[in-house]
Structures are given as C-alpha cells and as structure tokens.
C-alpha cells in the first residue's frame, strides 16, 4: 500500500474517533507546550543575568562596610578609595554616599520615590554608564558642589512622561538642582531593582545636604577596577592590605570590610540559571513521556478493537508492513498533530507573559524544534509496540475474535 494511502486511512480512523484522538493529544499538547515555555522562561532569566551583570560592569571588585557593632569600624570613608587610586594595581576607584529614604526630593510639589545616590565622577567609567542625553557632571562639579543631577531612564519617565528633562529643575532636600543628563538604561540587578529609577548627584553636594559632620567623608561603597594584567586574587590581597593599614587594623583584629568579586558573582549566578533551565527543561519532558504513554495505551486499545479488522485485511493480502506502519503512522499523527497545537500554545503563553506579565522569556529556534523531534519520536517509540503487536497478529485468531 503507498505511504499516502496509509497516511490518509490512518487520518479516517482518527476521525472515526474524535473524542478520544482529542483527549490522547491533550497530553501531547501540554508536554510541548510546557517545554516551551519553561525553556523560554530559563533562558529569559540567563539573558536577565547576563545584561545584569554587563550593566555592572567589567572587572570589577565592590569593597562594603561590615557592621562590627561601631559606626567608625563599620564604615568605609572616601579617603579610602583615595588610597585605593594611588594604588598601581588598581586603574580606578570610586566611593558612592546612598541618601537615606527620609531624604525628600520632590518635583512641582510631589514626593519622588527614586533611589538618591551621591557619587565622585570616577564612577561613570568604572560602571560603564553613559548618558542617552545631555551630559554627565565632572570633577570640577563634584569639587564645587554644583545643584546638578542625572536621571534614570525610569525615573525620568515616572516623573516628566514623554517631556525632556534636561534643563528641568528638581528639588533635592530643599535645594533647586537641575537635571543635566539621561543616563542610559541599565535594567535590574540580581536582586530586581530597577537601575534605572534613581538620581545621581555629586557626591559633595550629597555629604553637604545630608550634614554629616561626625564622619565628613563616609561612603557606603567603594567600586574598583584592577589593571587587566592583575589577577582578582592578586588585586584582593592587595586591597585588604592597603584597608586595614588605613584603619589601623592589627593582626588580631578583623576587617571591618568586605571585598566582593562581581565576575565570581556573575558568573555563580549564570551557572545557577543554566541549572535552573535544564530543571525547568527536565520538569517539562516528564509531561512528553506521560503523553506517549498515553498515546500507547489508546493504541493498544485501538489494536484490541480492531483485531477482526486486522484479520480480515491479511487474509485478503495486507503484508505485516502495512498494518505496522498503519498503526505507527496514527500514533505519529496523533503525536505530531499534539505538537503543533502544543507549539502554538506554548508561542501564545510566551507572548502573554512578555506583554502582560512583563517576565523575562526568550524564544528561539532550537527549543521549539528539540519539541518538534522529541513529540516525533515519542510517537515512534509509544507507538511501535501496539504497531508490532498489530502486525504479528495471525488471521486465523484475529478473525475468531
């Protein structure tokens, strides 16, 4: 019997059936969709991860203070980064001053919730953060305490909409400073804030609204970048080194800092969302089995109804081939016709949870397609022992049934 032939009566004894090919599909339709979208949703997140930790930039060691019960022991101080520049192990360092909440800022009389950080120029470039409009604040600002701010890309959205906010005026803490630049938009961190809902400012002017006077020159970070001939481990030693002599740390004392290697965060984090994509991946596969053991048992059902059938088609002539790739070829269509139905399910959530949802998914090919071929073969598998058992019937015992 030609292939298409087969294929076409294959087709008519599905249909003969629609409630029951329906419902053996359902489990085939729910394997690839659920592959889909749970490869999407762990390759989103790896992609999230990766723009995390290129928005942070490259190389970089991130040096915070350790509560060690005393505000001088557990702080960090701008002299330190200052020590940190001269270092010749080190191209750069920069210090932030984070402003407390019940800092207001506010914008034609209404409270801004932006994060307001205070930083020395230097920053900039060690973060690798530019601006997408206007310009950035330099030394001489930072030295002058001049009333400029840049703004985030979220923020400046949440507060003047569609209009350009370079050359508006905020009020910071009861000073009337004025928004020089856009930055360009960061996106998340590893944890879920927005990088981009903030306001910069220099640093100076930051220390003098907030009128620190018992600790002039504290910081809540310090960012450094060692040369790129310096190994992490090499910069580190060094560092602590440099920072406990500073703080006159002795050998029986602990430091009252702590350095963090953002690549070695990085790059835990990515091998954490590779884990976590071949789980969800894994987790997904187990509705594909199910489904080919349902596509099995229907078939088996199928082989048991149809006995006399059989008989009567071999003993008219039908070869073992035939009535082998009949069955096989309705466990691959009912197999298949699963897969595309699961296929556009699984494009429709992706698409429901990026529009509606805002969660980070990535679709590309290879998933959709390792959907496709596994579907195949699961039909293939299921489908070859009903198949075979159909085939080696005799037609003597299948007409008695």
């Known amino acids: 019997m030609p292939i298409f032939a087969i294929i076409i009566e294959a087709m008519h004894s599905l249909a003969a059936n629609k409630m029951r090919s329906g419902l053996t599909m359902l489990g085939m339709v729910i394997g690839v969709a659920s592959v889909i979208v749970m490869v999407a949703i762990g390759q989103g997140s790896q992609r999230s991860i990766k723009q995390t930790i290129a928005s942070l930039g490259s190389n970089l060691l991130l040096i915070t203070p350790v509560d060690a019960g005393s505000q001088d022991k557990s702080t960090i101080f701008e002299r330190d980064a200052e020590r940190l520049r001269k270092l010749p192990i080190i191209q750069n360092a920069a210090s932030m001053l984070i402003a407390p909440e019940s800092l207001?800022?506010?914008?034609?009389?209404?409270?801004?919730?932006?994060?307001?950080?205070?930083?020395?120029?230097?920053?900039?470039?060690?973060?690798?953060?530019?601006?997408?409009?206007?310009?950035?604040?330099?030394?001489?600002?930072?030295?002058?305490m001049a009333p400029v701010t840049l703004i985030g890309e979220s923020a400046a959205k949440k507060i003047f909409g569609q209009v350009n906010p370079v050359g508006k005026?905020?009020?910071?803490?009861?000073?009337?400073?004025?928004?020089?630049?856009?930055?360009?938009?960061?996106?998340?961190?590893?944890?879920?804030?927005?990088?981009?809902?903030?306001?910069?400012?220099?640093?100076?002017?930051?220390?003098?609204r907030l009128a620190i006077t018992k600790v002039h020159n504290m910081v809540n970070?310090?960012?450094?970048?060692?040369?790129?001939?310096?190994?992490?481990?090499?910069?580190?030693?060094?560092?602590?080194?440099?920072?406990?002599?500073?703080?006159?740390?002795?050998?029986?004392?602990?430091?009252?800092?702590?350095?963090?290697?953002?690549?070695?965060?990085a790059e835990s984090a990515l091998k954490a969302g590779r884990v976590m994509t071949i789980l969800l991946g894994a987790i997904a596969?187990?509705?594909?089995?199910v489904g080919g053991i349902g596509i099995m048992n229907i078939m088996l059902v199928c082989v048991t109804e149809r006995t006399r059938e059989i008989g009567i088609r071999k003993a008219i002539g039908a070869s073992r081939q035939a009535i082998l790739f009949q069955f096989l070829c309705e466990a691959l269509l009912i197999a298949l016709i699963g897969c595309m139905m699961g296929m556009f399910i699984g494009v429709g959530t992706i698409l429901g949870l990026t529009v509606n949802m805002g969660i980070p998914v990535e679709l590309n090919a290879w998933p959709v397609m390792a959907a496709f071929s596994a579907s195949t073969l699961t039909g293939v598998f299921f489908g070859l022992y009903p198949a075979l058992k159909a085939s080696r019937l005799l037609p003597v015992e299948a007409l008695k049934y």
Request: hydrophobic share 40%.
């Open 169 to 208: 005026f905020i009020i910071f803490n009861k000073q009337r400073v004025q928004v020089i630049g856009v930055l360009k938009p960061k996106g998340q961190t590893l944890e879920g804030k927005d990088q981009d809902d903030l306001l910069i400012l220099p640093q100076t002017l930051v220390r003098a």
């Open 104 to 144: 207001i800022v506010t914008y034609n009389g209404t409270i801004l919730n932006s994060s307001v950080i205070g930083v020395t120029p230097s920053y900039f470039g060690l973060r690798e953060w530019g601006v997408s409009r206007g310009t950035l604040f330099n030394d001489m600002d930072n030295q002058l």
């Open 285 to 289: 596969s187990v509705s594909l089995i």
């Open 221 to 265: 970070i310090i960012f450094t970048k060692p040369r790129s001939e310096v190994t992490q481990e090499t910069a580190i030693l060094y560092i602590t080194r440099t920072l406990r002599e500073s703080h006159g740390l002795t050998a029986d004392k602990q430091s009252d800092f702590a350095i963090h290697d953002v690549k070695s965060v």
